[in-house]
C-alpha cells in the first residue's frame, strides 16, 4: 500500500473518460486538495470555473467495467477559514405561490473554526445571530466515469455517482461506485463544512478540504451506489422525478440484502418496518434518494 499526494493542476466540470492524472494501485491512499463548488482554492484563488470542479481523474490498477471501487474516507481536513451558502430556499422547494416571497439569492459567508470545529454565519439577522454549528465535513460530488464514453456534468449525478450531496458521505464512510471504464477514473470534489438534507438552498457551506481516501478494486458487480457508515449500510439512487429516485435505492437495496441472503419476500419484511430514506438532494437536474439500513437488522453470515 503505497500513500500518493495528489496536487492537481487541471480540474474538470464534467465525471468522464478524461486523460488519468494519477495511477494508483488498488488499495493505495490519496490525499488531495479540493477547491470549493465555484473554483476557488485554499487562498481565495480562481482556479477553474464552477460548477464543482473535480480533481482527477486518478485510475487505479487492474479496475475494468463489472468491478466495484471501494472508497473509503479517511479523513476530512478543512484548509481555508470561510465557507459560503445561497441566502435563500430554492424555488423549487417551496410551494410556487410562495416563491415570490423568498429573499434574494445572495451569496452569504460561514466562518469555519478549525480549532473550535464550528461553522457560523456572518452577519446573521438578528433573530439567528451567532447561529452556529458542528464542524460536518461531506463530499458533495465524487464518482467514476460514467459508461459508453459520456461525460455528464458535475451539476448532476446518476449510476457513475456525481453530484449527490448526500451528508452522510464523510469521515469514516465508505462509498461504493459500478466501474463502467478499465482503470474506474475516479473524480473528487464539492466539498461542505455542513449541509442539511436536501441541499435545499442550493449549496451546503462550499469550502475547501484535504481529503484523504483509501482507493480498492473490487471483483463484483453493482448497479447504483453504495454506502456505509459504522452504524448503518445505504445505497442511492439519482433520478428526477424523486419517487424514480427511491425506486432505484430500493431495487439496489434488495440486491444488496440478496448478498446477504435474503430473497425478496425476507427483503420485503426487513425493510417494509426497518428502512429509513433520507433525501440528499432535491436542488440539481437529478434528485437524490438514500435507502437506509441500520447494520443490527442484517442476518451474520
Excluded at 430473497?263 to 437536474?285: E, F, K
Amino acid at each position: 500500500m503505497t500513500t500518493h499526494r495528489f496536487e492537481p493542476t487541471v480540474w474538470y466540470n464534467t465525471l468522464g473518460t478524461h486523460p488519468a492524472a494519477l495511477t494508483v494501485q488498488s488499495g493505495d491512499i490519496v490525499v488531495t486538495e479540493t477547491i470549493d463548488a465555484n473554483g476557488w482554492d485554499k487562498s481565495d484563488v480562481k482556479r477553474m470555473q464552477g460548477p464543482n470542479p473535480m480533481n482527477g481523474p486518478i485510475a487505479i490498477v487492474d479496475a475494468m467495467p463489472g468491478d466495484t471501487l471501494k472508497v473509503e474516507i479517511l479523513a476530512m481536513t478543512p484548509i481555508r477559514a470561510t465557507g459560503w451558502t445561497r441566502a435563500a430556499l430554492a424555488e423549487n422547494v417551496v410551494d410556487p405561490t410562495f416563491v415570490m416571497e423568498l429573499p434574494p439569492r445572495d451569496r452569504s459567508t460561514w466562518r469555519i473554526d478549525r480549532n473550535a470545529l464550528t461553522v457560523t454565519l456572518e452577519n446573521a439577522p438578528a433573530s439567528i445571530a451567532n447561529l452556529s454549528f458542528p464542524l460536518a465535513p461531506m463530499i458533495g460530488c465524487f464518482g467514476v466515469a460514467p459508461a459508453l464514453g459520456q461525460a455528464i456534468s458535475t451539476a448532476t449525478s446518476a449510476e457513475h455517482g456525481g453530484n449527490m450531496d448526500y451528508r452522510r458521505f464523510g469521515p469514516g464512510s465508505v462509498a461504493y461506485f459500478p466501474v463502467a471504464t478499465p482503470g474506474a477514473l475516479f473524480f473528487l470534489g464539492d466539498c461542505h463544512a455542513i449541509q442539511g438534507d436536501g441541499e435545499i438552498v442550493g449549496t451546503g457551506v462550499e469550502t475547501c478540504f484535504e481529503v484523504t481516501v483509501r482507493l480498492t478494486v473490487e471483483k463484483r458487480g453493482i448497479v447504483w451506489p453504495r454506502g456505509e457508515t459504522e452504524r448503518d449500510i445505504f445505497t442511492i439512487g439519482n433520478a428526477r422525478p424523486l419517487d424514480q429516485a427511491l425506486q432505484h435505492a430500493t431495487t439496489e437495496m434488495v440486491r444488496w440484502l440478496a448478498e446477504f441472503g435474503l430473497d425478496t419476500l425476507a427483503a420485503s419484511h426487513l425493510l417494509g418496518q426497518a428502512v429509513r430514506y433520507d433525501i440528499g438532494n432535491v436542488y440539481d437536474p437529478a434528485y437524490t434518494v438514500a435507502c437506509r439500513l441500520n447494520k443490527q437488522w442484517l442476518p451474520k453470515l
